[in-house]
């Protein structure tokens, strides 16, 4: 019944800058880590950052000091602020978020259904 709705993604320049958005919707009784993979084509899926319910980050080498996640709790949502893009970050970015739907239930990964990057050289 858990739903994540990704938006933001789109067409950009090189140095150019995206916001995307991941709402959560449906029972959820908390999250607990939220985050942002991305795959571009012939390439793995890879983490590029994730946020932790407390508010502490980790990103990728490649976006640091590039990309910064944040979340709203009383929204559900993650968000991926994205600067300085690079022809290289072209991928479809998801989202996903480890939460509960029940106070008695284990945390399981939740996934969007990924939105597409694309930044023009």
């Known amino acids: 019944q858990v739903q994540l709705l990704e938006s933001g993604g789109g067409l950009v320049q090189a140095g150019g800058s995206l916001r995307l958005s991941c709402a959560a919707s449906g029972s959820i009784y908390s999250i607990n880590t939220m985050g942002w993979y991305r795959q571009a084509p012939g390439k793995q899926r890879e983490l590029v950052a994730t946020?932790?319910?407390?508010?502490?980050?980790n990103y990728a080498d490649s976006v640091k000091g590039r990309f910064t996640i944040s979340r709203d709790n009383a929204k559900n949502t993650v968000y991926l602020q994205m600067k300085s893009l690079k022809p290289e970050d072209t991928a479809v970015y998801y989202c996903?978020?480890?939460?509960?739907?029940?106070?008695?239930?284990?945390?399981?990964?939740?996934w969007g259904q990924g939105t597409q990057v694309t930044v023009s050289s």
């Open positions: 946020i932790t319910s407390g508010g502490s980050t």
């Open positions: 996903y978020m480890d939460l509960l739907i029940s106070a008695r239930a284990w945390l399981r990964a939740y």
